[in-house]
């Protein structure tokens, strides 16, 4: 009788015993499919789709649009304005020049040429524009009121004479407050390293 009391014993013990064990390798199965997961979510987020935007008025914007669309393998797309500026428009020494008179008018909006509904399409948009007068230009305001871009994330860039780009970036932040504006940096004559590095935040 006691010998059957002593099985019975050893039976519960491993019984117990086979439980633990199998409680605890579907926690560990359950642990390793959360990190699985986790790391598709990391990697969807680094690996959605990419575009450049950008304004350029004389070429130092676009030529960093470039880098940054070659860094990240990124589509590209020039927001063209609809009338060109020309030099004189550009000569900001001249009180009454176009762009001047558009940087003193909060209502100014000077209308794009080109269809840029695709860009409304990008998980991460690298917006870049040069500073005009400490903000962007007004052609920016125009491209981010006419297309929704507000399930994107934005990363702002610009090319300056020497302006930063924190007034740009706190006005572009307070005027859109609805937009996912990440950051910005100014890019003036950045090397392939420096590219990489915004990129890569
Ligand atoms: C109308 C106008 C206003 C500008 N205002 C500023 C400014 O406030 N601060 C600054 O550092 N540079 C200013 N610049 C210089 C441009 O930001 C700089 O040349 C920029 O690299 C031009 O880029 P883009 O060639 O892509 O147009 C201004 C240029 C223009 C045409």
Same mark, same amino acid.
């Given at each position: 009788m006691f010998g059957n009391l002593e099985n019975m014993k050893k039976l519960s013990f491993l019984a117990i015993a086979v439980f633990i064990i199998a409680m605890l390798t579907a926690c560990s199965s359950s642990s390793k499919d959360l990190d699985t997961q986790k790391s598709n979510e990391k990697q969807s987020e680094t690996s959605g789709k990419i575009a450049v935007v950008y304004f350029s008025g004389t070429g130092n914007t676009k030529v960093i649009a470039e880098m940054i669309a070659k860094e990240t393998n990124a589509d590209i797309f020039e927001i063209v304005p609809k009338q060109a500026y020309t030099d004189a428009d550009l #000569?900001? #020494?001249?009180? #009454?020049c176009r762009a001047n008179k558009e940087q003193n008018d909060d209502a100014a909006r000077p209308q794009i040429? #080109?269809? !840029?509904?695709? *860009? *409304?399409?990008?998980?991460v948009i690298y917006l870049g524009h040069p500073i005009w007068w400490g903000t962007v230009p007004r052609i920016i305001q125009t491209y981010l009121e006419k297309?929704? !871009?507000?399930?994107a994330t934005i990363h702002t860039f610009c090319t300056s004479g020497?302006?930063?780009i924190d007034k740009s970036l706190s006005d572009l932040k307070g005027w859109y407050p609805k937009l996912n504006i990440i950051d910005g940096k100014?890019?003036?004559?950045?090397?392939e390293s420096d590219i990489k590095d915004f990129c890569s935040r």
């Open positions: #000569n900001y #020494n001249d009180d #009454n040429s #080109n269809d !840029l509904s695709a *860009t *409304t399409e990008y998980d297309y929704d !871009l507000s399930d020497s302006s930063s100014r890019l003036n004559g950045a090397t």
